[in-house]
């Protein structure tokens, strides 16, 4: 299976900042990298897919980047409505396989 | 508006079994592709098992494979999994997706509220 590394697993940064979370694949993925967002409670949504492409309704504060064989997702102006842990998943190579998250937490 | 509704979730007894449903809305379910995925408490999100269409190509994780079952009725727009030998490991909140189709993607694009299966004595 294709192993999914995240990084960081946790980071606490204030409104307004600048955040970015990496994934890794240990395959080669191509560009068929997702994005998704957690919060506490309740079940993930799509943020974001092929790498960098808004799911619908996704504010655009949401870029998604692959540079060689990392994949990043960048939130431009942290809000506090974006608490939430981010998962990344790769839909290349079956089965489709999850990273281990990054709890993003707001001060 | 997509809607994706679970239930089935219990508690059980080690080596038991259970049935989760999934009933959607929305959209045309003959038409996706459908997954259960599954989060331990306080762990990631692990992918258990997926079928097609037509029920005719069915993929399960390794961890599941041959004690879970995975199936849908069309007509009445329904997914099912089927859980048997359930031991702890099995413990987890799990959630009834949607595989969407975007040019050539197919992220997970909608996913139900998750229902709880916990298994313990």
């Known amino acids: 299976d294709v192993q999914m590394t995240q990084s960081p697993s946790s980071l606490s940064s204030s409104v307004g900042d600048r955040v970015t979370i990496t994934c890794r694949a240990s395959?080669?993925?191509?560009?068929?990298l997702n994005w998704y967002q957690q919060k506490l409670g309740r079940a993930p949504t799509l943020l974001i897919y092929?790498?960098?492409t808004l799911h619908s309704g996704v504010p655009s504060r949401f870029s998604g980047v692959k540079s060689e064989s990392n994949f990043t997702l960048t939130i431009s102006r942290l809000q506090p409505d974006d608490l939430a842990t981010y998962f990344c998943q790769q839909t290349f190579i079956s089965p489709p396989t999850f990273g281990q998250g990054t709890k993003v937490e707001v001060k | 508006e997509v809607q994706l509704v679970e239930s089935g979730g219990d508690l059980v007894e080690p080596g038991g079994s259970v049935r989760l449903s999934c009933a959607a809305s929305?959209?045309?379910?003959?038409?996706?592709?459908m997954h259960w995925v599954r989060q331990a408490p306080g762990k990631g999100l692990e992918w258990v098992s997926d079928?097609?269409?037509?029920?005719?190509?069915?993929s399960y994780a390794d961890s599941v494979k041959g004690r879970f079952t995975i199936s849908r009725d069309n007509a009445r727009k329904t997914l099912y999994l089927q859980m048997s030998s359930l031991t702890a490991a099995d413990t987890a909140v799990y959630y009834c997706?949607?595989?969407?189709?975007?040019?050539?993607?197919?992220?997970?694009?909608?996913w139900g509220q998750g229902t709880l299966v916990t298994v313990s004595s």
């Open positions: 929305g959209f045309t379910f003959m038409t996706y592709r």
């Open positions: 092929l790498t960098s």
């Open positions: 997706v949607k595989e969407g189709r975007y040019m050539s993607a197919v992220p997970f694009d909608f």
């Open positions: 079928i097609n269409t037509d029920g005719s190509s069915i």
């Open positions: 395959h080669d993925i191509s560009g068929y």
